[in-house]
């Protein structure tokens, strides 16, 4: 009897495991958080600092002060084995005095098919803006699962930019398009 009712527990253990885990599948998840410290390291640029004055989540930003414009790369995930879903590239930004545009860009490596992009340029930034969010998506049928991401921020003038709350989302394709 004793070894029935174990039998039980662990059929009825996986079954829960199996709903969580579609449960999951369903809904929005994030994929990576990006420490404002790290990219100041690994940015090693002049124009790139830690801002603990003026930020969006109540700790740090990263601020940008340009005169050229300028490409960073913010992370590069490597891969992280999604498919079938909406990728979210979201940030917080804020400018001042921004001649030009800035706007988040994401690229995608398929290995041999190659790379594919996606810029949130129809909502760029120029001039003088409070916090904004700004997201830039990439659709992935199933069976399409990048080898690496990269997430950048264009700065395509002269100004200043402050950057926070920076992350990678995963939402389910079935619910952001219609087959």
Not at 139 to 166: A, Y
């Amino acid at each position: 009897m004793q070894t029935f009712i174990s039998l039980i527990l662990i059929i009825s253990a996986c079954l829960v495991s199996l709903a969580c885990d579609k449960e999951v599948e369903n809904t929005d998840r994030t994929l990576i958080e990006i420490d404002i410290e790290s990219i100041a390291d690994e940015a090693d640029l002049e124009e790139v600092e830690i801002d603990r004055e003026i930020f969006a989540d109540g700790k740090e930003s990263l601020k940008i002060t340009t005169d050229n414009p300028l490409v960073i790369q913010l992370a590069n995930t490597g891969n992280i084995d999604v498919e079938d879903a909406l990728l979210l590239y979201r940030a917080k930004i804020k400018t001042r005095d921004l001649k030009g545009k800035v706007y988040l860009e994401m690229w995608c490596s398929f290995g041999q098919k190659g790379q594919y992009f996606s810029k949130a340029i129809d909502h760029a930034l120029t001039g003088t803006n409070d916090w904004t969010v700004q997201e830039a998506p990439f659709f992935l049928k199933k069976g399409e699962n990048p080898d690496d991401i990269k997430l950048n921020l264009v700065v395509n003038g002269k100004g200043t930019v402050w950057l926070d709350q920076i992350e990678l989302l995963r939402k389910p394709l079935k619910n952001n398009v219609k087959n």
